[in-house]
């Protein structure tokens, strides 16, 4: 049953190959719709069980101890949710664009692939998800990116692939040494948590699997390859990297590093949480210094990210479902962005923040939405960024206050990067050579792709309680580990 | 007379007998000229396929003082046979020569896999050595001048067979005997380092790797992809022997850090390489590191025959990507990597092909590259090889940048020339064979595994 969520796509990635024209599109619309109806749909047999793992698929062991197992809880079946969303967005957000068979099957492979990561319970079949991602991210950036595409795309994979040898060096000791103390070969996520291995060895493990996830968070030094992905990748392509791409990271660190070494995330918890102070701080203020729109969306997912982890670490209930819930808050919220940005450049080919100013009367829809999506982003109540920031910063406040106290400068800082930006480029006088006079108002279809996003940012931030209870039970299996007050 | 009958009568030996008439019978082919154009070339891959399906029949065990088949070298004959079998499709139609070449090589590899002692190994090293200098010769790439690599590769094989020679006297001077067994002393170490060297220098490894990328280079690709495969795993095959002799040992414990160091050299060097041959040597010198590697782990953990499935594994995927990787140079024409610029638009199909050998070689998973990577390195991080294992993982991500570089240049660049040629026929079959192969043991290994199990068990 859960198989589908990621056969089908793969299947659709396929037969968009082979398509001719036009039908690959509406190929990959069709199978995007309905993996998004699925999953939507799967919500149903997940409530019936009520359990912390509502529904569980494993297969017989294979060698090793390697299983084929997925399962979903209210955690994955969220990201899910996000991930079969945001393929959709994507799908009609390019509907326009000229783009060969090989575009659309290639978010079909990476919706195929994300949905495998999401599901997977055993730690070997997801690292094969995770590392299947890369490459239809790869050719997205390079073939149908901008200008500094070749470029953008060699750095994103050799980045992520740095990161990832890491973690499958550290994810095979992890192993071997479960096996050295339980006598048993097992990659079951399940079966490793509370393994805690201690000393200089699960210590150089915990490390390099901190480095595996960081990267892909992006953590505060290994975020390098992130501006540049952002920046060159199609709009579609920047959707799912920020919307869907980074949360695997943090995903990461709640299946993975919380269960599995309680103890040393506890005792690295000032490292850590550290790092996520940086990554507020440190993004927000290159957010500050950005020309370019779309660099600056991606720095500031630098910082947001940061909430998310920081929440994650405090390991209270709060934090925990704060962090959870601001990963799915950060993908909506980003990923209109980033849209609206793509309709920017689509009209203009522009994307300077200088470029633009005085589209207010030209776009008035746009310059509506853009600016709902920034409230959202910077935390405005009411929108869903609010409640994500505000519990993260909550637990944590409980955890560790000063750490608290520091990232939510961070709040004020976004605004002081986003509202600048929204100014600059929406309400401005335009200078001579403007790209102003280009930009059209949004049209039926992206008008209903804005208000699907907008949508449900103001649902979230209204009434968040639905959420916060299909992430529960994730949340609640998770807080035993801890140490925590 | 009648211990000779014995020889040849033993069913371990029938793939070897098989070989052997194939051989003959190309020769006459060639003799009666009326025949078919084509017949060394059908007739030596009969003789190979014939030989890969007696390995069911073949019954493990010893027969005779110099013969002992068991389960290893049954699996690796696998290896040396299967290797072979691309390059035949390649062949020039009119010339019996380099068939019956290939086959007495196949035949040496064959030998060695049976081989009861230390003699039988070196026999059958030469046996599959001789052919292999004079096929370099035979079979070049048309821009390469003629000899030059094969007499480098022939001296620096017989520098190796000196070793192995010398090595042997020792071996014999400590122990009194040429049996597969340890040797005590300074003199049986010494003995049996030299010989790993030999074993190393076949393979390729660094500090001997030097003959290697000329010879790759001015071959005929087809060819390459064979030294590559089935005669680098004769040489594995080899260094797994000489390490289970000597367990324990220095020749032995140096291994993992040999490996590590070759696929970190090889990683290197192939980032330079702007000619498309060199630098799949180069890889390969990589590869053959992670190999090495992985016998050094083997050997740490007591040289157990069913713990060298991994070596086997890799072994299998590396000939279907390494084969493939050098017949798409062979097909496609290209030789320089400015040349690869552009060409999935012209040729969209071949370049998907090579675009899946390059992730598989570069591990990307889920392609079977990736999985022998990762058992490999499992192996070593059971056996506590932390540092090697980081070293290699390295080499894995230099190795990226090249192999990813090249997928680059296929497909985000401009094209750069203006018409590809792709050469049709049996050749790209074997391209076909290969990708698919190479990405199917990465997504449906267990497939494959069972099979391993009725083999290993």
């Known amino acids: 049953m859960l198989t589908a969520l990621w056969l089908v796509p793969a299947v659709g990635g396929i037969l968009c190959l082979f398509a001719k024209g036009r039908t690959a599109r509406y190929t990959s619309a069709a199978f995007a719709a309905a993996v998004l109806a699925y999953s939507v749909w799967l919500s149903v047999p997940y409530g019936a069980a009520r359990g912390a793992w509502g529904i569980v698929e494993a297969g017989p062991s294979w060698i090793f101890g390697i299983r084929y197992h997925l399962a979903v809880d209210g955690l994955a079946l969220s990201l899910v949710w996000l991930t079969a969303l945001l393929t959709v967005v994507c799908v009609a957000l390019s509907w326009r664009q000229d783009f060969s068979a090989g575009y659309w099957s290639s978010f079909m492979f990476l919706e195929a692939a994300l949905m495998g990561v999401f599901l997977s319970r055993d730690l070997f079949v997801f690292y094969v998800f995770w590392e299947a991602v890369l490459i239809p991210m790869f050719f997205i950036i390079g073939l149908w990116g901008s200008d500094g595409r070749r470029h953008a795309a060699m750095k994103f994979f050799l980045f992520t692939f740095f990161g990832s040898l890491f973690m499958l060096v550290g994810l095979l000791a992890l192993v071997t040494i479960h096996h050295a103390t339980a006598g048993v070969w097992t990659w079951d996520m399940a079966d490793l948590a509370g393994a805690n291995p201690g000393g200089r060895m699960g210590l150089a493990v915990f490390i390099s699997l901190v480095i595996g996830f960081g990267v892909k968070i992006p953590l505060f030094p290994l975020h390098t390859w992130l501006p540049d992905a952002h920046t060159e990748a199609p709009a579609a392509g920047s959707v799912m990297l920020a919307g869907v791409l980074l949360k695997m990271g943090i995903y990461g660190f709640l299946r993975v590093l919380i269960p599995v070494f309680p103890k040393l995330v506890w005792d690295l918890l000032p490292w850590l949480g550290g790092l996520a102070c940086l990554n507020i701080i440190y993004g927000s203020l290159c957010a500050m210094q950005q020309k370019d729109l779309k660099r600056l969306i991606a720095y500031s997912s630098v910082a947001h990210l940061g909430f998310c982890l920081l929440g994650v670490l405090s390991w209270t209930p709060e934090g925990l479902a704060g962090g959870s819930l601001q990963m799915l808050n950060h993908g909506i919220t980003t990923g209109a962005l980033f849209m609206m940005v793509g309709f920017l450049y689509e009209r203009t080919h522009c994307r300077g923040l200088s470029d633009f100013g005085e589209l207010t009367g030209r776009a008035p829809w746009m310059t509506f939405f853009f600016g709902w999506a920034v409230m959202a982003s910077v935390g405005l109540p009411g929108l869903n960024g609010f409640v994500g920031e505000f519990m993260s910063l909550a637990g944590m406040a409980r955890a560790i206050p000063l750490m608290a106290f520091v990232a939510a400068t961070g709040i004020v800082l976004s605004a002081a990067y986003s509202l600048p930006a929204y100014q600059t480029v929406f309400w401005a006088s335009s200078g001579a050579g403007s790209a102003s006079p280009k930009v059209s108002d949004l049209d039926a279809r992206e008008k209903v792709l804005v208000w699907v996003l907008c949508g449900l940012m103001l649902y979230i931030g209204l009434c968040p309680t639905p959420l916060l209870t299909v992430l529960a039970p994730s949340v609640a299996a998770i807080v035993p580990y801890g140490f925590a007050p | ?457």
């Open chain 2, 1 to 457: 007379m009648r211990d000779i009958l014995a020889f040849f009568s033993a069913p371990s030996l029938w793939p070897q007998l098989t070989l052997g008439s194939g051989i003959l019978c190309c020769l006459a082919a060639g003799m009666a000229r009326g025949l078919e154009a084509a017949t060394s070339r059908v007739l030596g891959t009969a003789a190979l396929i014939v030989a890969l399906w007696m390995l069911l029949f073949t019954k493990l065990g010893a027969a005779g003082p110099l013969v002992t088949l068991d389960s290893l070298g049954l699996a690796w004959q696998i290896l040396f046979y299967a290797g072979s079998l691309p390059v035949f499709l390649s062949l020039e139609a009119d010339d019996e020569v380099p068939a019956a070449l290939l086959l007495g090589a196949g035949l040496g590899m064959g030998l060695m896999a049976a081989g009861g002692s230390l003699l039988m190994l070196f026999v059958g090293l030469e046996l599959a050595s001789l052919p292999s200098y004079l096929l370099v010769a035979k079979l070049r790439s048309p821009s390469a001048p003629p000899f030059e690599a094969a007499v480098k590769y022939f001296f620096a094989g017989a520098l190796a067979s000196c070793l192995f020679a010398l090595g042997m006297a020792l071996h014999y001077a400590a122990s009194g005997s040429l049996a597969l067994s340890s040797a005590p002393g300074p003199m049986g170490q010494a003995g049996l380092a030299l010989m790993g060297a030999a074993a190393l220098f076949k393979l390729g490894a660094v500090p001997f790797h030097f003959w290697l990328p000329d010879v790759y280079e001015s071959c005929a690709p087809a060819l390459a992809g064979f030294l590559s495969t089935s005669v680098k795993s004769a040489a594995v095959f080899l260094l797994m022997r000489l390490a289970s002799i000597g367990m324990g040992s220095a020749m032995a414990a140096s291994l993992p850090w040999i490996g590590a160091v070759t696929a970190l050299y090889g990683a290197l060097l192939a980032l330079r390489q702007e000619r498309l041959q060199r630098l799949l040597a180069y890889s390969s010198v990589s590869h053959a590191g992670i190999i090495v590697l992985g016998v050094g782990a083997w050997a740490a953990q007591g040289c157990d025959r069913a713990a060298a499935a991994p070596i086997f594994f890799y072994g299998l995927v590396y000939l279907f990507m390494s084969n493939g990787a050098f017949f798409f140079v062979k097909a496609s024409g290209l030789t320089k990597r400015g040349e690869v610029g552009g060409y999935a638009r012209m040729c969209p199909v071949p370049a998907a092909l090579f675009a899946t050998l390059l992730l598989s070689l570069a591990g990307i998973p889920p392609s079977g590259g990736f999985l022998a990577k990762l058992f490999i390195f499992w192996e070593a991080v059971k056996a506590g090889l932390y540092l090697p294992v980081a070293g290699a993982a390295l080499a894995a991500l230099i190795g990226l940048g090249y192999y990813l570089g090249l997928i680059r240049d296929m497909y985000f660049d401009e094209p750069v020339w203006r018409r590809p040629s792709w050469e049709p026929g049996a050749v790209r079959w074997v391209l076909w064979a290969c990708a698919t192969a190479a990405a199917a043991l990465g997504v449906l290994p267990w497939v494959f595994s069972s099979v391993l199990e009725r083999i290993f068990s």
